[in-house]
């Protein structure tokens, strides 16, 4: 049975996930800072001995098919760039929570990481197609993190699919936010905050996160970035990529034209460029940190 | 019985009636599905964008993946089963093409998916005698060999059939 969250509980449930670790957490605040330097990516990592070993791993895996081994950490970042070395960093420290079954929407183990690594690397290519000035590595970490609030809710949802597409089945002006909203209390925007909060992600990613299904609502400074996942979001799904149940059951907010410049051509173009970009991805990292 | 899953731009087809020709998860992708009565063939692409100008090298190693590169290919392949080179006798079914709620016409990529795969099958005399499109759900699609019999799915919604 579907159960109601009261504020007070949806902070209990948030309060209960484990926190990002140190260096994943350092890696979001440093990487979404406008003036950051390469070199305080490089500093960090080298810190962490097991993250090193992962990313040395990684890009020595087939996957980017180096013909020489990559040995020093420095150029290892440099040629992934920091984008990749977010994710793999967020990956190992909240494999867990992005690798779940997600009941509540009938998707399988796993769905949600690759909608999530399918999003990043739509909003980068949004951005960096598009043109749009705006960091395509930041566009990156925030598609990357934007539905971390379904991890949450789902277990709440569990056995709510039928009503919840029933519900926006016959009625057309609602989407599966308002289902979500209708069923438990709060959509996975909000619940996605409420993380954001807890992690102290920087607020930026808080924005993404709570207003990604309508970027008209977020601050102005941030909007564009905003409407670069909102996009990458859709166009995960648009791939064959969602988490079950509310897969396309979104609205697209008709102001992105206003930030972002996008024609069908460049459409097409991107969701190709995500297709090919996931292959090599997928394969080299995966969400549990797991051997590859 | 075996089960040839098909991902975005692969294409196939079988004639052994103990196997499924199956794709999961389509978006705005549209799945071609050829039935061919006289050999019991049944064969599917699952078609990703309309056009493979924007990529020919991609169009080269994945020709499913485009409308106007993946009809031809599943031709080609139902042929190698004795099925007619140009269709003739086939059944034509289209399932998918599904949009996201856009009101201007950037995000219909299902929608030219599926206008682009019936423009080209015209040009083989070809037209679906049966179309589940667009709508805003993904659907998985599996077509049973033996009974020739098409099964969808989307989570939250009874299976039916095409």
Known sequence: MVKQLNQEELQKVVNSVPMLSPSASQLIQITSQADHDLMDVIDLVRTDASLTARVLKIVNSAAFGLINTITSIDRAISYLGERIIVGIAVGDSAGKLFEKELSGYESAGGDLWKHDLRTAIAAREVVTQSGVDISSELAFTAGLLHDIGKSIISDYLHGSVTDAVEMITTDEDLDYLDAEEKLVGFDHTRAGYELARAWKLPEELAEVILHHHEPINAKEEYRALVYAVHLGDNIAMMGGFGTGSDSMRYKLDPEYTHYINIGPKTLASIMLNVDIEFEKLESSFTGSGDEN | ?162
């Not at chain 2, 009809?71 to 269709?87: E, H, S, T, V, Y």
Request: charged share 20%; hydrophobic share 40%.
């Open chain 2, 1 to 162: 019985m075996g089960q040839i899953i098909l991902g975005v731009g692969d294409y196939g087809a079988s004639n052994s009636p103990a196997d499924d020709v199956k794709t999961f998860a389509l978006g705005s992708c549209v799945s071609v599905i050829f039935l061919d009565p006289k050999t019991r063939t049944a064969g599917m692409a699952h078609v990703a964008l309309p056009d493979s100008s924007i990529n020919k090298a991609k169009a080269g190693e994945k020709p499913g993946y485009f409308a106007d590169t993946a009809i031809p290919a599943l031709l080609a392949q139902m042929a190698k089963f004795g099925c007619d080179k140009r269709g003739k006798g086939m059944v034509v079914k289209l399932c998918g093409g599904a949009n996201v709620m856009d009101s201007n016409d950037t995000f219909q990529i299902g929608k030219r998916n599926a206008l682009a795969i019936k423009k080209i099958l015209w040009s083989y005399g070809m037209g679906a005698v049966a179309e589940d499109l667009g709508k805003n759900f993904s659907r998985t699609v599996s077509i049973s060999v033996s009974a020739g019999q098409i099964t969808l799915s989307s989570p939250g919604k009874p299976n039916w059939q095409l």
